[in-house]
């Protein structure tokens, strides 16, 4: 988990408008953007595609073009950036991104949202400290993930 800077104002709640979707009101599969080579990125990833039975979300990394095409430009530093969630109600970020993730995912992982019960600025300020820090602590890999096969239907590039 990183901290991409999706930029947000107060009246959105941590979330920027998700484009042509939530224009249309048409259904869009979630998408969980990721730093395709941050240790600990990937390991959120692969927790959620263990956990994600149904099929729900979709992936892609914050340096692929899915990336490029729907979010705002991301800032030249990586340690900024951050998991972007996207669904039909908006694009989140941050502590809100992870959170709705695991609302999301439904079972006990919807105890953890729990945590949005801490005020934003406590759970964004401990998300930043990670998402600072992630690439000494949990390692960068030299290229973004590959998909397994099984796995390819689920990642935009």
Same mark, same amino acid.
């Not at 901290?3 to 998408?31: K, L, N």
């Not at 959120?44 to 595609?49: G, H, K, Q, S, Y």
């Not at 953890?112 to 990670?130: F, M, Q």
């Given at each position: 988990?990183?901290?991409?800077?999706?930029?947000?104002?107060?009246?959105?709640?941590?979330?920027?408008?998700?484009?042509?979707?939530?224009?249309?009101?048409?259904? /869009?599969?979630?998408?969980?953007?990721?730093?395709?080579?941050?240790?600990?990125?990937?390991?959120?990833?692969?927790?959620?595609?263990?956990?994600?039975? =149904?099929?729900?979300?979709?992936?892609?990394?914050?340096?692929?073009?899915?990336? =490029?095409?729907?979010?705002?430009?991301?800032?030249?530093?990586?340690?900024? *950036?951050?998991?972007?969630?996207?669904?039909?109600?908006?694009?989140?970020?941050?502590?809100?991104?992870?959170?709705?993730?695991?609302?999301?995912?439904?079972? %006990? *992982?919807?105890?953890?949202?729990?945590?949005?019960?801490?005020?934003?600025?406590?759970?964004?300020?401990?998300?930043?400290?990670?998402?600072?820090?992630?690439?000494? %602590?949990?390692? =960068?890999?030299?290229?973004?993930?590959?998909?397994?096969? /099984?796995?390819?239907?689920?990642?935009?590039?």
């Amino acid at each position: 988990m990183n901290s991409a800077t999706v930029p947000a104002s107060p009246e959105t709640d941590g979330r920027v408008a998700s484009g042509a979707a939530a224009a249309h009101h048409e259904p /869009e599969p979630p998408i969980i953007f990721f730093d395709g080579v941050c240790g600990l990125c990937n390991r959120f990833v692969d927790t959620v595609l263990r956990a994600d039975r =149904k099929g729900i979300f979709r992936f892609a990394p914050l340096q692929g073009e899915t990336a =490029k095409v729907l979010l705002t430009p991301l800032p030249e530093d990586d340690r900024t *950036w951050s998991v972007v969630y996207r669904d039909a109600q908006g694009t989140f970020r941050e502590s809100d991104a992870v959170l709705r993730v695991l609302r999301r995912l439904g079972g %006990w *992982w919807r105890v953890l949202a729990v945590l949005e019960c801490v005020p934003r600025p406590i759970r964004d300020g401990v998300y930043r400290l990670v998402a600072r820090n992630r690439y000494r %602590w949990f390692g =960068k890999r030299p290229a973004c993930r590959l998909p397994t096969p /099984e796995e390819r239907a689920r990642f935009l590039p």
